[in-house]
Nanobody, 125 residues
Framework: QVQLVESGGGSVQVGGSLRISCAASGYIYNTYCVGWFRQAPGKEREGVAAISSEGITTYADSVKGRFTISKDSGKRTLYLQMDSLQPEDTAMYYC???????????????????WGQGTQVTVSS
């Protein structure tokens, strides 16, 4: 069993930056796929970014060039650096962890694993 706890959300103005974190506890496999998702009120959940245990990253087109996913395996923590934030980035952000080898690590493949409770990000003009 793996527990995931997101933190670092908050309110920021348009064009600002925010870094959110996802701390993992429990047994972590050597190979895995982890990702960030977001869901705004009244909208479907959207996969934002994913990173494999080997460090291979993928991003949704909507955040490419603005968001950066990274991990610190020693700290068992996943990060999402969000720059040039826009009002449409306002959402609850969740992390997900899928254990084991995944040939193509992307948000969809990470979504079948364990989930955190989310952290709210609000971007205002």
């Amino acid at each position: 069993q793996v527990q995931l706890v997101e933190s670092g959300g908050g309110s920021v103005q348009v064009g600002g930056s925010l870094r959110i974190s996802c701390a993992a506890s429990g047994y972590i496999y050597n190979t895995y796929c982890v990702g960030w998702f977001r869901q705004a009120p009244g909208k479907e959940r959207e996969g934002v970014a994913a990173i494999s245990s080997e460090g291979i990253t993928t991003y949704a087109d909507s955040v490419k060039g603005r968001f950066t996913i990274s991990k610190d395996s020693g700290k068992r923590t996943l990060y999402l650096q969000m720059d040039s934030l826009q009002p449409e980035d306002t959402a609850m952000y969740y992390c997900a962890y899928r254990e084991g080898y995944v040939s193509n690590c992307n948000p969809a493949s990470a979504s079948v694993g364990f989930w955190g409770q989310g952290t709210q990000v609000t971007v205002s003009s």
